[in-house]
């Protein structure tokens, strides 16, 4: 049973598109992060969230904790090729950190 | 400076064999993960050390799987008698002391089991 729950698998776009991924989970947690990773490579923190209702953004990227902390969101808004990877988020209780599956995302040109 | 390394970068061994590999932190950070990427997966925890405190090892699949620490340094997992099931990229992570949820990442070691 996956602790964070991570939609969609997969998403394909084309290039100018938004998209918001989502990450879910029935537990609260301390903090939340994203990651993103690359083929062949390891992930990479983007952002940490730790106050309920926290919304950051990073350029073209927002980030919202969810008011119970209990999910969280990520939009892109003009998706472009060079956004194309795996996006992780990861949970953080203490010293316990859990990673769900991952959105996979391809943006087309 | 230099980020989390991890050697080799890719290895393929005979079932039934051995393997060590190795991952050396950030300097100055206290906290070291493994976890193992399945293809197309995502991360699965397998051990944390924290400074000198006993490593938490609740993550690692079955007793053929052990790591090791020396101090705030190097770390190595180790795998006995592989099977074919143990073919995934190995990921090493550390973090500063305290900041645990902000982990920095190897590029990891492609392992095959053939």
């Known amino acids: 049973t996956q602790l964070l729950e991570q939609s969609p698998q997969f998403l394909s776009i084309q290039e100018g598109e938004n998209l918001t991924v989502y990450c879910n989970s029935s537990?609260?947690?301390?903090?939340l992060q994203w990651y993103r990773q690359e083929p062949g490579e390891g992930p990479v923190l983007l952002v940490t969230?730790?106050?309920?209702?926290e919304v950051k953004k990073l350029k073209r990227l927002t980030f919202q904790f969810g008011d119970a902390r209990k999910d969280s969101s990520l939009h892109i808004t003009a998706a472009q090729p060079g956004d194309t990877g795996l996006y992780l988020c990861?949970?953080?209780?203490?010293?316990?950190?859990?990673f769900g599956a991952g959105t996979r995302l391809t943006v087309k040109p | 400076g230099a980020g989390v390394s991890q050697s080799p970068s890719n290895k393929v061994t005979e079932k039934g064999k051995d393997v060590e590999l190795r991952c050396d932190p950030i300097?100055?950070?206290?906290?070291l993960y493994w976890y193992r990427q399945r293809l197309g997966q995502g991360l699965e925890f397998l051990i944390y050390?924290?400074?000198?405190?006993?490593?938490?090892k609740s993550g690692l699949p079955s007793d053929r799987f052990s790591a090791e620490r020396t101090g705030e340094s190097v770390s190595t997992l180790t795998i006995q008698r592989t099977q074919q099931e143990d073919s995934a990229v190995y990921l090493c992570?550390?973090?500063?002391?305290?900041?645990?949820?902000?982990?920095?990442f190897g590029p990891g070691t492609r392992l095959t089991v053939t």
């Open positions: 992570a550390s973090s500063f002391w305290g900041r645990s949820y902000e982990q920095y």
């Open positions: 537990s609260v947690f301390s903090s």
């Open positions: 969230v730790v106050t309920g209702g």
């Open positions: 990861a949970a953080h209780n203490n010293n316990d950190m859990r």
């Open positions: 300097s100055g950070h206290t906290a």
């Open positions: 050390f924290q400074g000198n405190s006993a490593p938490d």
